[in-house]
T-cell receptor
C-alpha cells in the first residue's frame, strides 16, 4: 500500500460525457502528479501540482483539467470524452518537487469510454 | 516519440538466467529512476541514480547510469518468477520538473 488513494477504481462512461477522478496523496506529501497509461503510449505525464499550485504541465489535452485543493487532494476532470481517452489514470505523490524524489503511485483509475 | 527509449520491449527467460534492460536517450538527465509495475498496481520505485557512471546494487539487481547521463541499464542476476513485471525507467532533466517515463520492458520469468 503506497498510501495514495484513487477513486473510482473503475469507470465506464459514454463518449461526450465528463468524469472526475479523485486522488488523496500520502500524508505529508505536497506534490501530486497525474499520469495516463495506455497500451500504445505508455505512461504519459499530464500535470503536476505542488501545494496547490500548478508546477509542470505535460501533454494534457485542453478537454482535461486538474486542480489541487487546500487539503492537498487533487481532482482530474476529463470532459467531452472520446474513445481514445480510455486508459489507466494514475496519481502519484511526493514530498517535494525535488527531481530525485520518489514518486508513490496509487492503484489507478481505469476509464473505459464506450 | 518517447524521450526515453527502452529495449527490449518484451523479455521472456527461464528462472536462473540473467537479463539486462536498457534505457536510452539523446537528452541528458539530472537523475534517472527505475520502477517496477505489476498488473493492477501502480509503479513502485526500485532505485534512483544521479551521478554519471554510478552503479547501484539491490540484491540481485544492478543499476548503472551512463557516464554522460543519457542512458541506464538494469541487470538482473539469476532471475526468479517474482521478478516478473513491467520495468520502467524515468528521468528528469535539469530544465524541467516533470518526470518522463520510457514505454517499459515487460519481463516474464518462467519457473
Amino acid at each position: 500500500d503506497s498510501g495514495v488513494t484513487q477513486t473510482p477504481k473503475h469507470l465506464i462512461t459514454a463518449t461526450g460525457q465528463r468524469v472526475t477522478l479523485r486522488c488523496s496523496p500520502r500524508s505529508g506529501d505536497l506534490s501530486v502528479y497525474w499520469y495516463q497509461q495506455s497500451l500504445d503510449q505508455g505512461l504519459q505525464f499530464l500535470i503536476q501540482y505542488y501545494n496547490g499550485e500548478e508546477r509542470a504541465k505535460g501533454n494534457i489535452l485542453e478537454r482535461f483539467s486538474a486542480q489541487q485543493f487546500p487539503d492537498l487532494h487533487s481532482e482530474l476532470n476529463l470532459s467531452s470524452l472520446e474513445l481514445g481517452d480510455s486508459a489507466l489514470y494514475f496519481c502519484a505523490s511526493s514530498v517535494s518537487t525535488g527531481r530525485t524524489g520518489e514518486l508513490f503511485f496509487g492503484e489507478g483509475s481505469r476509464l473505459t469510454v464506450l | 516519440t518517447q524521450l526515453l527509449e527502452q529495449s527490449p520491449q518484451f523479455l521472456s527467460i527461464q528462472e536462473g538466467e540473467n537479463l539486462t534492460v536498457y534505457c536510452n536517450s539523446s537528452s541528458v538527465f539530472s537523475s534517472l529512476q527505475w520502477y517496477r509495475q505489476e498488473p493492477g498496481e501502480g509503479p513502485v520505485l526500485l532505485v534512483t541514480v544521479v551521478t554519471g557512471g554510478e552503479v547501484k546494487k539491490l540484491k540481485r539487481l544492478t543499476f548503472q547510469f551512463g557516464d554522460a547521463r543519457k542512458d541506464s541499464s538494469l541487470h538482473i542476476t539469476a532471475a526468479q518468477p517474482g521478478d516478473t513485471g513491467l520495468y520502467l525507467c524515468a528521468g528528469s532533466r535539469s530544465n524541467d520538473y516533470k518526470l518522463s517515463f520510457g514505454a517499459g520492458t515487460t519481463v516474464t520469468v518462467r519457473a
